[in-house]
């Protein structure tokens, strides 16, 4: 797609050693993001300077520590984008993500999210593909009740690109957390169509003190 601005969102807490990571891999995607947002969640460590370290044009803003919903919720706020890409400071993305994503808004423009199947790499270092079913897979889903709430639950936060109008006013509800991310994905796939690849666009790692790692372990493990 030509001339759409991705924003990317990436909150970040105690991830001076992996925010780097993340962030080569946003500026080796094959199809560019226009904004890139890190939110420093309060981090105790020195992720804003190896932040602007690395890269001054990158949008950093910093709150007092109040969790993940918040953090995104404030990168939201400051998005411009037409659509909005979402990345958590231990994972990173693979160089075709957002050219295949953008792809698929484009074929189909009823389609509000586009998520998909992804990589775990553990902390011994061994990497696994994320499991669901291949019904789910490469055609566009259209869910009411129950089968959006199951919908959503096959949406990992890091493979998630969504539209603008399809974000309107929702947003990630405080205190839910570690379900605040999978309670949007719910709400949008009950307000319009979603797209899950088959193809794993990223690779979730689990970092000891990752921001939230147990739906990632339990999704991997049946």
């Known amino acids: 797609m030509k001339h759409v601005r991705v924003s990317v969102i990436i909150p970040a807490y105690r991830a001076a050693g992996t ?63 037409d659509f909005v890409a979402f990345l958590d400071a231990d994972d990173y993305w693979h160089p075709q993500k957002l050219e295949r994503q953008l ?45 959006a709430f199951l919908l959503g639950t096959m949406m990992w936060t890091s493979v998630v690109v969504v539209r603008r109008e399809t974000l309107g006013g929702n947003r990630f509800i ?7 991310d999978r309670d949007l994905w719910i709400r949008f796939a009950a307000r319009s169509a979603v797209y899950l690849m088959s193809e794993p666009l990223a690779t979730a790692v689990l970092e000891a003190n990752g921001i939230s790692r147990e739906s990632i372990s339990r999704d991997c493990s049946k």
């Open 19 to 81: 925010i780097r990571r993340a962030l080569d891999s946003v500026f080796a995607q094959t199809t560019k993001a226009h904004e890139i947002i890190v939110v420093d969640d309060g981090s105790p460590d020195d992720l804003a300077d190896v932040v602007r370290q690395y890269c001054p044009s990158i949008k950093l803003l910093r709150i007092a520590n109040s969790k993940t919903a918040q953090a995104r919720n404030v990168g939201i706020e400051a998005a411009v984008g």
């Open 103 to 147: 792809a698929i808004f484009a074929k189909y423009p009823e389609v509000g999210t586009v998520a998909g199947r992804f990589y775990v790499q553990e902390l011994s270092g061994r990497i696994l593909e994320s499991r669901s079913q291949p019904k789910w897979h490469d055609r566009v889903l259209t869910e009411s009740g129950s089968g």
């Open 174 to 180: 405080s205190g839910l957390e570690p379900a605040e």
